[in-house]
């Protein structure tokens, strides 16, 4: 495998990366509290978890849920805030080796812009990813994401407010059909697609008869949500002309090249950070041998080279 950074080329902004493996949202803190398990600088890439104005606490108690291959959460994107992310978190991340790419999350598209504007001249940030799978306050609570003018309103305010910073515009699953989303994305000036966000879940205790989740619902991640991503992930690159970026149950670095074959440019590794706190490095490690193993010299000749006829 050829040692050269990978260049995500975006509609009007780029992301560099050293190799295809990001942390996502959510499952890896504001990446300081990973830095036990290996050097944050040998990733590709984090996501920080999901950035409001005000400081969240999030849902009641429980709010996670271990399934078969998988987990539910309804965490409620609990987070510091802007402000204090800005200054207590950020500067402690070596920016320098590592991109940083803040997870935006509001309830109306104004919200997102703000995010946007706070963010757009921070140095040390690399990217801004947009969370659509929030409720539209101003819409009776519909998630942006399931709806085309809903997530084309979002990415152009976020867009417009971004300065040079690329946007990332984080997909839904629960959705007919995601292409039409993507594709609403990508003509309101989106640079780049991650897909999948979780799919929509709960479940039972029958000794008391009451959900798991204090939230009653929340979102399904793990390995039992691959065959959904990779679908996704395949469907939303054949209709875009910008890169994607592949998320859902990722374990092991052959799961990397199987993303990069259905149409990813790179992806983010999830739950796998909470059953292995060491595994977005695993994986990134072992990542140049797998491709090796299969005969993949550099990126470009296995993405979106599935055979389906």
């Known amino acids: 495998m050829e040692k050269k950074r990978l260049i995500l080329p975006g509609a009007s902004a780029s992301l560099e990366l050293k190799h295809p493996v990001l942390t996502a949202s959510g499952t890896f803190g504001y990446g300081l509290e990973f830095a036990p398990y290996g ?7 984090i996501v920080v978890k999901g950035l409001s104005l005000k400081p969240r606490d999030g849902n009641p108690m429980p709010r996670i849920a271990e399934t078969a291959c998988g987990m539910l959460n309804a965490v409620g994107l609990q987070n510091c805030g802007v402000e204090a992310f800005i200054k207590d978190k950020l500067p402690l991340l070596p920016t320098e080796n590592l991109p940083v790419i803040a997870n935006l999350y509001a309830t109306n598209a104004d919200d997102f812009a703000e995010l946007a504007s706070i ?9 801004l990813e947009v969370n659509i799978s929030c409720p539209n306050v101003c819409e009776g ?24 910073k690329p946007v990332i ?18 003509v309101a000036g989106a640079d780049m697609l991650s897909c999948i966000n979780t799919l929509n879940g709960m479940a039972v205790d029958l000794t008391t008869r009451r959900p798991l989740l204090a939230n009653v619902t929340g979102g399904l991640s793990g390995p039992a949500i691959k065959p959904v991503a990779l679908r996704c992930v395949w469907q939303v690159s054949q209709a875009v002309n910008i890169p994607v970026i592949g998320i859902g149950g990722i374990q092991i670095a052959e799961d990397v090249l199987e993303f990069i074959l259905a149409g990813a440019s790179a992806v983010q590794v999830s739950t796998a950070n909470f059953t292995r706190p060491d595994s977005a490095f695993r994986i990134a490690r072992d990542l140049p041998a797998a491709a090796d193993k299969y005969g993949v010299s550099n990126w470009d000749e296995l993405r979106g080279k599935l055979i389906t006829q």
């Not at 963010?119 to 990217?127: C, K, M, N, Q, V």
Request: negative net charge; contains cysteine.
């Open 39 to 45: 050097d944050l600088q040998t990733l590709g890439g």
């Open 119 to 127: 963010l757009a001249s921070e140095s040390g940030i690399a990217g």
């Open 141 to 164: 609570g519909i998630a942006f994401g399931q709806n085309e003018g809903m997530a084309a309103s979002v990415t152009e305010a976020v867009k417009k407010r971004a300065g040079n």
């Open 169 to 186: 515009v984080k997909l839904s699953p629960n959705v007919t059909d995601i292409t039409l989303i993507a594709k609403a994305c990508e």
